[in-house]
């Protein structure tokens, strides 16, 4: 079976410094990764995708994620954190084998906290 | 554009009563999802459609029902709520693209 695993339930860091939000993937054949945002009572939005080709991604906002297939990890990061950047994130990975309308196997989800 | 939109935000229900979870989009997708999201569990695909007029189960399908009549609408059933319906539920929806799903607010439910 598909699924992600997101290690850290919440993840503190300060402005202005680099952040990472570690997410490692199991999938049969080649994955499918992505991360969304989710800010408080809203609904998920999407920030990036990896399908194929360049192992680093950029998305919104300023973010980016790394694929690394040997650690079988796709962790985000962003240089410079935003207090704004502050919400829920889930990493997620769709299942290759397009059942259920190709859905997406979310991770349990990190809390990003930045201070000032 | 609306995008993805659902009703109502937020709801209480008595264990027993039944209820019905609206999500309608504007972007003309083919596909649409009906998710819960229960803290520390992600979330889980309740049902789904391809279409009009197709419905699907998904991973967590019991003692909900949903309906495809019309394109832009899927409604989420609830005939005997129980507590543990209680969760925040979301309604996405996917074009031609197979990547990028969008979601509307979520509801959300308890079930006392």
């Known amino acids: 079976a598909q699924s992600v695993a997101q290690p850290e339930d919440q993840v503190n860091v300060a402005e202005g410094n680099p952040l990472t939000v570690k997410c490692t993937y199991s999938v049969s054949g080649n994955p499918y990764l992505f991360w969304y945002v989710q800010y408080p009572n809203r609904g998920l939005q999407f920030l990036l995708k990896y399908i194929t080709g360049d192992n680093l991604v950029k998305g919104s906002y300023g973010f980016e994620a790394e694929f690394n297939k040997s650690q079988t990890s796709f962790h985000l990061k962003k240089p410079s954190a935003l207090v704004s950047d502050s919400a829920l994130y889930f990493c997620?990975?769709?299942?290759?084998?397009?059942?259920?309308?190709?859905?997406?196997?979310f991770g349990a989800g990190t809390i990003l906290r930045v201070k000032s | 554009n609306a995008g993805v939109t659902q009703t109502p935000k937020f709801r209480v229900l008595k264990t027993g009563q039944s209820m019905t979870l609206l999500c309608a989009q504007d972007?003309?997708?083919?596909?649409m999802y009906w998710y819960r999201q229960d803290p520390g569990m992600g979330l889980r695909l309740i049902h789904y459609s391809v279409g009009e007029g197709t419905t699907a189960k998904g991973e967590v399908p019991d003692g909900y029902n949903v309906s495809r009549l019309k394109k832009q609408n899927f409604l989420l059933g609830l005939e005997s709520a129980a507590p543990s319906q209680t969760s925040v539920y979301f309604c996405a929806s996917r074009g031609d693209s197979p990547w990028e799903q969008f979601f509307g607010p979520g509801t959300r439910l308890t079930v006392l």
């Open positions: 997620a990975v769709r299942d290759p084998l397009m059942e259920y309308g190709n859905k997406l196997v």
């Open positions: 972007m003309n997708h083919e596909y």
